[in-house]
């Protein structure tokens, strides 16, 4: 039943910013990472950030010095901020959940973000 509804994803030229939103529909139970994974046009996949149940973030090394991860465990939610925005980030963005006890992962539904002048 549990549900990551994604958002904040558009069109945006180089070096400009983003901000996407991931929030569960509920609260998850029991500990949980969350973080971001992308899939590039030519269906390159990468993970992009998490934040270990926790508070340790780890980032792609593409992405460091850029994007910043966040969350909130009230909501059960993470958040991705994106600065100096690269072409090469244009990707569908999937958020995700991952339960510790099994390992299991919950998707958002992506969201598309185009950087191009």
């Known amino acids: 039943q549990l549900q990551l509804l994604e958002s904040g994803g558009g069109l945006v030229q180089p070096g400009g910013s983003l901000r996407l939103s991931c929030e569960a529909s509920?609260?998850?139970?029991?500990?949980?990472?969350m973080g971001w994974y992308r899939q590039t046009p030519d269906k390159q996949r990468e993970l992009v950030a998490e934040?270990?149940?926790?508070?340790?973030?780890n980032y792609a090394d593409s992405v460091k010095g850029r994007f910043i991860v966040s969350r909130s465990n009230i909501k059960s939610a993470v958040y991705l901020q994106m600065v100096s925005l690269k072409p090469e980030d244009t990707a569908v963005y999937y958020c995700?959940?991952?339960?510790?006890?099994?390992?299991?992962?919950?998707w958002g539904q992506g969201t598309q973000v185009t950087v191009s002048s």
């Open positions: 934040m270990i149940h926790g508070g340790v973030k």
């Open positions: 995700y959940l991952r339960t510790l006890a099994d390992g299991i992962y919950i």
């Open positions: 509920r609260n998850a139970f029991g500990p949980h990472d």
